[in-house]
């Protein structure tokens, strides 16, 4: 199967040897988003709601370079330094997705790259073109 790298230029660009997504067929699986302001490529200060909302932003805007939308994700992952952050993940998630959610898992880390407060990746699958 033809994989497909996808880049955009409104999310941060990659800060390894990875893609910010990469599709292979109606499938789209996107790389760990941290709270990256893609214009400057600095950490989002503004506390961890903020940071949670500049995650969101940036799945979107690589969801929507694939030619889906938050919608379209099937799986999320969601990592957090503390796990007492979850609740306020749930209550931002809810502004950004409406049912049937994604399936999701929640995992508490040691630490996050540049010192984030959160990161998600998720599995997008596009929906099938018009017959």
């Known amino acids: ?5 996808i880049h955009t230029e409104h999310a941060p660009k990659a800060i390894g040897t990875y893609s ?6 109606a499938t789209v699986y996107l790389s760990g988003q941290i709270p990256l302001d893609p214009a400057t490529m600095q950490l ?3 506390g961890i709601e903020a ?3 500049r995650v969101f932003e940036n799945l979107r805007a690589v969801a929507r370079a694939a030619g889906g939308d938050l919608a379209d994700i099937v799986k999320l992952t969601v990592y ?15 502004q950004y997705f409406e049912p049937p959610y994604p399936a999701r898992a929640a995992v508490g880390v040691a630490a996050l790259p540049m010192g984030a407060a959160v990161e ?4 997008l699958v596009l929906p099938e073109a018009p017959g």
Request: net charge negative; aromatic share 2%; no cysteine.
């Open 1 to 5: 199967m033809k994989r497909e790298a």
């Open 20 to 25: 910010q997504a990469v599709r292979a067929g």
């Open 44 to 46: 989002v200060d503004d």
């Open 51 to 53: 940071q949670v909302r």
């Open 80 to 94: 957090l330094p503390d796990l007492g952050h979850f609740p306020v993940v749930n209550e931002i998630m809810a």
């Open 120 to 123: 998600m990746d998720a599995i």
